[in-house]
């Protein structure tokens, strides 16, 4: 059809929603560390973030974990909330010390009771379950013992997941191994601005790779203890990088960002072996000698979905000289998160941002979606995290608005469908948070929740946001115009 005899495609009409299958999981997520509290109740012993929080000068005013929300004795209420919001799952971590005190020997049965009378309550309510075993909280003696550059914390941790799957594998269908290794990886022991707060690229590589033993080991575990109905993943955040123009030398920066951010990770879970071009870039720093034969064959476990963590694009361009790594989204540091690309600088987005700093682009979801279909077209994909701080408060009245929240979410959740419709096996989507909570090294100065939390009291009041999140869960449906438009 020419231009000049197409028709106009009429208007969607305000009132028009999108639907999404039936069947998609509606969920909000949490982390342990980030709303439990009772740091010290029941057995718990410190974790790198207990040490590193106590550490003056690493979090924002001073903040840790200590109370958090008290989630640890809220619980109950906090399992309400997600009742009233009508969401059919929950994101949630294990907390390694609680449930094995430094990291090895047996499981303690307070710490596994918790998690029992937690998980048991959701699926009263109707609730699903999804645990994920690793969110950050590395016992402190597998640390004090090496922490993740040693290979020994892989083993230690498929000893966990059996203590945990032995437990809760009744009534706990599915599981996720570690949330965004890449933090842990690189942020832990690279830039150091989260948890040991390491500052040795190496080290970051070596974690990286004992981090993906781990989780295929963990699989292997899991799935030697769990019902065979049982489900297994890993979340990723995967890095969704743009190069700044189509030079040759800004493509290849967004190309080394990727090998780094992304392939580190999925070239030995979903392919087997790292990429070529990562061991390349950083053979100045390492020979690789820390893989073993048969260690990428063996990350490499099938699994039930693949855990997507999106809340911005990255932008990258290619710099003459070794360039600032500050404006990556990822906190301020001396030391890189990224090894192997020196020569690359990061640029803000355009458009508006979250109080994180970080750029609101939709379109960065959509286009991340489709590429993992096309990577990986046989690997249904569920958002284990997305959403965004601002900074609320509550009115007067006793109110929380937070339209910049569900404007978010509406341009996020519309790129989720347009994604669907393009035919991406997306099967769910977790809001992250259900709680404002303890954001690392931000401390509680960022809110990501729906539901707002006064710390000095613990008082919960869900945000303009969660009443809207509630309808598109209960519904299945979001509107096709952005609800605070006009
Ligand atoms: O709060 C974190 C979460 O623990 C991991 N993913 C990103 C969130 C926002 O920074």
Redesign the pocket.
């Known amino acids: 059809m020419t231009t000049a005899t197409r028709q106009a495609e009429p208007e969607p009409a305000a009132s028009a929603a999108r639907v999404f299958p039936t069947g998609f999981t509606w969920g909000t997520a949490t ?1 342990a560390y ?1 709303i439990e509290g009772a740091a010290t109740l029941d057995g718990r012993t410190p974790s790198i973030w207990d040490t590193y929080s106590h550490t003056p000068g690493k979090v924002r005013n001073g903040d840790t974990g200590d109370v958090a929300c008290d989630h640890y004795h809220r619980w109950r209420e906090d399992v309400a909330l997600m009742a009233d919001l009508g969401v059919g799952a929950y994101r949630f971590s294990l907390s390694w010390p609680r449930i094995q005190p430094t990291g090895r020997g047996p499981a303690v049965q307070k710490g596994l009771d918790f998690y029992r009378r937690l998980v048991d309550e959701l699926l009263e309510k109707g609730i699903q379950p999804v645990a994920t075993l690793y ?2 909280d590395l016992p402190q003696e597998l640390e004090d013992a090496g922490g993740w550059p040693e290979r020994r914390t892989a083993d230690r941790f498929a000893e966990y997941a059996t203590l945990a799957a032995d437990a809760l594998g009744d009534r706990v269908q599915t599981w996720t191994t570690l ?2 290794p890449w ?1 842990s990886a690189f942020l832990g022991y690279g830039s150091g601005v989260h948890a040991p707060g390491r500052t040795d690229q190496v080290a970051a590589l070596r974690a990286a790779h004992h981090l993906n033993l781990a989780h295929g080991k963990a699989v292997q575990a899991l799935r030697a203890a769990l019902p065979s109905d049982a489900r297994t993943s890993i979340t990723l ?1 995967v890095h969704h990088v743009r190069p700044l123009t189509d030079s040759a030398a800004d493509r290849d920066a967004a190309r080394r960002i990727d090998a780094v951010a992304n392939r580190v990770f999925t070239g030995p879970l979903l392919h087997g072996e790292y990429p070529a071009d990562l061991l390349r870039d950083t053979a100045h720093l390492t020979d690789w000698s820390f893989v073993r034969d048969g260690d990428a064959a063996l990350a490499k476990q099938p699994l039930d979905f693949l855990g997507v ?1 999106y ?1 911005s694009p990255t932008l990258v361009s290619a710099a003459s000289e070794e360039a600032s790594h500050n404006s990556d989204g990822h906190g301020k540091s001396a030391y890189s998160p990224w090894p192997g690309a020196d020569q690359v600088a990061f640029h803000q987005p355009p458009g508006a941002t979250t109080a ?1 700093g970080w750029a609101v682009d939709p379109s960065g979801m959509y286009d991340l979606l489709l590429r993992l279909h096309t990577d990986f077209p046989d690997l249904p994909l569920i958002i284990t ?1 997305n959403g965004a701080a601002f900074d609320d408060y509550v009115d007067p009245s006793g109110e929380v608005r937070d339209p910049d929240r569900i404007s978010y979410l509406h341009g996020h959740l519309t790129a989720v469908h347009r994604a669907i419709e393009a035919g991406v096996d997306v099967r769910g989507y977790f809001l ?2 259900l709680l404002d ?1 303890f ?2 090294g931000y401390g509680y100065s960022k809110r ?1 929740g729906a539901v707002y939390v006064d710390y000095p009291t613990g008082k919960r009041t869900p945000k303009a946001s969660a009443g809207w999140y509630s309808e598109v869960a209960r519904t299945g449906t979001i509107p096709v115009t952005d609800p605070t438009a006009g």
Do not use: D, K, R, T
Request: aromatic share 28%; charged share 15%; net charge negative.
């Open positions: 982390a980030q969110h950050w949330n965004e933090c955040n963590n809340y994180m995290e992250w948070s909570n954001e690392w990501f």
